[in-house]
């Protein structure tokens, strides 16, 4: 059974750092992409940033670019993401997902960490 | 970025009665390989988003069959054929042709 399993939100003040984590079990984590997909209070959902399987591939949202980095340890089948300089406007559930295939969305979230900036 | 327009915003349905959301896209989803990545998300109250459709129409395992997919191009429908109390929620679009992957603002469906 495909299992994603985020961890490491919490309180932190502007401008802070933070780093979330995404154990990952049921498949073979270094074949596939993976995304980080965030989730404001009450609002939709907004893209982060991906990784392909080996980590040479990497995206960004503008919204992130230059503050955050994502990265994977494909020995411990676990993504991160390490979040810099954060904005009021970072906060929200940050759910880890899946992308099955090339181009193919994303077809395994996880439970969601929540993010909350504030002083 | 890609802009992905949903309507209604808001959709109240009748048990047992049809429902359909609209999304638009500001430019063309055929990648080069020929595929369509259109992807169509449902998220229940409190839960994490879950994929029902990709690829425009395919329907992922275990979604019911009242859940159908349609479209080209820039615009695409999502249909349930008989909406029971178990689809209360908020529907997302999402298109993964291009970077960065872009969602629509979601249809939040409720019971009459």
């Known amino acids: 059974e495909v299992q994603l399993v985020e961890s490491g939100g919490g309180l932190v003040q502007p401008g802070g750092s933070l780093r979330l984590s995404c154990a990952a079990s049921g498949f073979t984590f270094s074949t596939y992409a993976m995304h980080w997909v965030r989730q404001a209070p009450g609002k939709g959902l907004e893209y982060v940033s991906a990784i392909s399987g080996n980590g040479i591939i990497i995206y960004y949202a503008d919204s992130v670019k230059g503050r955050f980095t994502v990265s994977r340890d494909n020995s411990k089948n676990t993504l991160f993401l390490q979040m810099g300089s954060l904005r009021v406007e970072d906060m929200a559930v940050y759910y880890c997902?899946?992308?099955?295939?090339?181009?193919?969305?994303?077809?395994?979230w996880g439970q969601g960490t929540l993010v909350t900036v504030s002083s | 970025d890609v802009v992905v327009t949903q309507s209604p915003l808001s959709l109240p349905v009748t048990l047992g009665q049809p429902a359909s959301i609209s999304c638009r896209s500001s430019q063309s989803l055929v990648f080069s390989d020929g595929n369509t990545y259109l992807n169509w998300f449902q998220q229940r109250p409190g839960h994490s988003p879950r994929r029902l459709i990709y690829?425009?129409?395919n329907r992922d395992s275990g979604v019911p069959d009242r859940f159908s997919g349609s479209g080209s191009g820039t615009d695409f429908t999502l249909k349930i054929s008989r909406v029971e109390a178990e689809d209360v929620g908020v529907y997302y679009c999402m298109q993964s042709t291009h970077w960065p992957y872009t969602f629509g603002q979601g249809t939040k469906l409720e019971i009459k």
């Open positions: 997902a899946r992308e099955p295939a090339y181009k193919a969305g994303t077809d395994y």
């Open positions: 690829k425009v129409s």
